[in-house]
């Protein structure tokens, strides 16, 4: 069997970039980072970007796509995106045009030996997207950037050994913070951020189906404090299965979460 193992780079309102390696296949879910920072991290696990063998965009807001003209300039490694966030993108980063391979959501196709399929989420772009991603039995499933999580969602994601599921913000913290009330209506509303309780009802129903690994992400860094997440989650699927949670830091995590079969799962305390 070959080893699977995800590594956050960059998780949060500031900046988003994650590492999916199956095998000898290394993909990477956004580039909301300078690139810099990208290859730093790489290089911190031996990599190079010559290794990656594609980038999943989720949606072309700036938290996602930071590192995007960059990354065209120095890696050939194609690009995918939804229609609606290619045509997006081809405005806002005219570099790309021409660079991305276009897909639609719903579609499944394959990226070296991961299989990819995208679905859409409830959220204020273009066409945002999440994945699913899926190597010899094994799905990866990844959702941010999404106002609450639909009933489709909630289908596509159970039965993933690991999902990274946003937990955004605390609905308090989000209300008594610095935010002006048109941003917080458009984070709270059902085209925003998912708050931490209704991450922690997905993941409740998660855990009830398998899932093993939960990996929090895309903390606000105003309206939320990875305590109050994990706390939240902690709370939530505790006594149902077992299950490790991990709260993505906003900088690149300190070492690769194996996503092995025989991985140790425990309840973080
Ligand atoms: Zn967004
Ligand atoms: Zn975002």
Redesign the pocket.
């Known amino acids: 069997m070959e080893q699977r193992f995800y590594y956050s780079i960059a998780s949060g309102s500031s900046g988003n970039c994650g590492l999916y390696v199956a095998g000898d296949t290394a993909v990477l879910i956004d580039l909301g980072v300078s690139l810099r920072r990208i290859t730093t991290a790489l290089a911190g696990l031996g990599l190079t970007l010559d290794r990656i063998a594609g980038v999943l965009i989720t949606?072309e807001?700036i938290?996602?796509v930071k590192g995007l003209d960059m990354f065209l300039k120095k890696s050939s490694a194609p690009i995918y995106a939804s229609r609606e966030t290619a045509l997006a993108l081809s405005i806002k980063n005219p570099a790309s045009q021409g660079r991305v391979t276009v897909f639609q959501a719903g579609e499944d196709f394959a990226v070296g030996a991961i299989g990819v399929h995208a679905f859409e989420t409830p959220?204020d772009?273009a066409q945002?997207v999440g994945y699913v991603l899926s190597h010899e039995g094994r799905r990866f499933g990844f959702a941010t950037?999404l106002g609450f999580v639909p009933v489709d969602i909630a289908d596509r994601l159970r039965g993933c050994d690991t999902v990274v599921l946003e937990s955004n913000h605390d609905p308090h913290m989000l209300q008594a913070g610095p935010y002006p009330y048109p941003l917080k209506q458009r984070v709270a509303g059902p085209n925003g951020h998912l708050s931490n309780p209704d991450c922690a009802i997905c993941a409740a129903d998660l855990v009830k189906n398998g899932t093993k690994t939960l990996i929090l992400a895309h903390l606000s860094e105003k309206n939320n404090m990875p305590e109050l997440a994990l706390q939240q989650t902690k709370s939530a699927v505790r006594g149902l299965a077992p299950c490790r949670i991990i709260v993505a830091p906003k900088g690149h995590m300190e070492a690769p979460i194996l996503l092995e079969e025989g991985e140790q799962c425990c309840l973080f305390d």
């Open positions: 949606h807001h938290d996602h959220h772009a945002s950037d």
